[in-house]
């Protein structure tokens, strides 16, 4: 057998804890992309965590718009001097199929959630299956939509010590009425389930799905989009039932004892609401931390 034939890895040694970066904990960061947004690749390369203990993997519809979001990362790579510093970057197209319509009134309609979605989830499957390693300690889902957020990121949320900690999206506008910068909520898939959830749920058969977010689909959910305080404490924590995969920080161990993003209704939840509540019954608990903001790319 050539040398280093056998890798031998103790799990058991495999550390996620508050004082990651200290300990030398490798992250991975993960990010689904249909479009390369320039702020985001910025964004991601001025977070102050070693390089070296950082992996990137990406995954591209099998599209024409996600052969130029490929092409475009990988001249960013290139021409990135620092983009030499992380672990290993891994670049996946996808196997499976994509919506066409990526405008933001097409994808966010009421009827095509459960397709979407659902190819989503198999996305993100693709994606954390195929790049996680005996040495990832943490997994860090990024949309490459997320243009903004504090460099200390990762550490930030890591200080919580919680198996899955998700920051809370915002974006910023023009207000119309003032004229001025503003920021406004815009992930609601963060969401504490509710008495009128559960029943709604009890009523649906068992293909049918709930995603929040639509009035068609009253939940009355406790969404921490609307929990913002920008008086309160940066690190107040929320439990959550529901969590989107905008900035979503995953002990790596919650993915290995097998919770995914279903792609099929799971108790009538798909994609990142489907993984909360997988996670959960598991036997994981989920923080929000609703004064954490990190932003969204403005269409
Ligand atoms: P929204 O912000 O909730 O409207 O969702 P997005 O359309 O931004 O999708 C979430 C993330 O998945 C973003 O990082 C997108 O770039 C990415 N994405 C969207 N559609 C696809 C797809 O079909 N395949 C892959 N691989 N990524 C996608
Ligand atoms: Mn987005």
């Known amino acids: 057998l050539p040398k280093d034939h056998i890798s031998h890895y103790d799990l058991n040694k495999l550390t996620a804890t508050k004082d990651g970066l200290n300990k030398k904990e490798e992250v991975l960061i993960l990010t689904p992309m249909s479009k390369f947004v320039p702020e985001y690749w910025e964004n991601i390369n001025k977070l102050l965590y070693d390089h070296a203990l950082l992996s990137l993997g990406f995954i591209f519809p099998r599209t024409s718009e996600g052969d130029k979001a490929m092409k475009d990362l990988e001249n960013a790579i290139k021409t990135t001097p620092g983009a030499a510093k992380y672990k290993k970057i891994t670049l996946l197209r996808q196997d499976t199929e994509s919506l066409e319509d990526q405008s933001e009134k097409e994808r966010h309609a009421l009827k095509v959630q459960k397709q979407r979605r659902s190819m989503m989830a198999l996305a993100r499957n693709s994606l954390v299956f195929s790049t996680i390693s005996p040495s990832t300690s943490w997994v860090l889902w990024m949309d490459a939509d997320i243009v903004e957020s504090p460099t200390t990121l990762i550490q930030d949320m890591m200080k919580h010590d919680k198996p899955i900690v998700s920051a809370n999206v915002y974006q910023r506008f023009i207000n119309a009425e003032t004229k001025k910068p503003d920021i406004r909520p815009y992930d609601f898939n963060n969401w504490v389930e509710s008495e009128e959830g559960l029943k709604l749920a009890e009523t649906l058969k068992d293909d049918e799905i709930i995603v929040e977010g639509y009035s068609e689909l009253a939940t009355y959910r406790p969404l921490m ?34 919770a995914m993003f279903p792609s099929f209704p799971f108790y009538h939840l798909i994609e990142t609401e489907g993984f909360a509540k997988m996670a959960k019954r598991l036997g994981y608990s989920i923080v929000g931390l609703p004064n954490y903001l990190v932003y969204h790319y403005n269409e």
């Open 225 to 258: 989009a609307h929990f913002y305080d920008p008086k309160g404490d940066l690190h107040t924590e929320m439990p959550l039932d529901g969590v989107g995969g905008g900035a979503l920080l995953v002990k790596a161990d919650v993915h290995r004892d097998g």
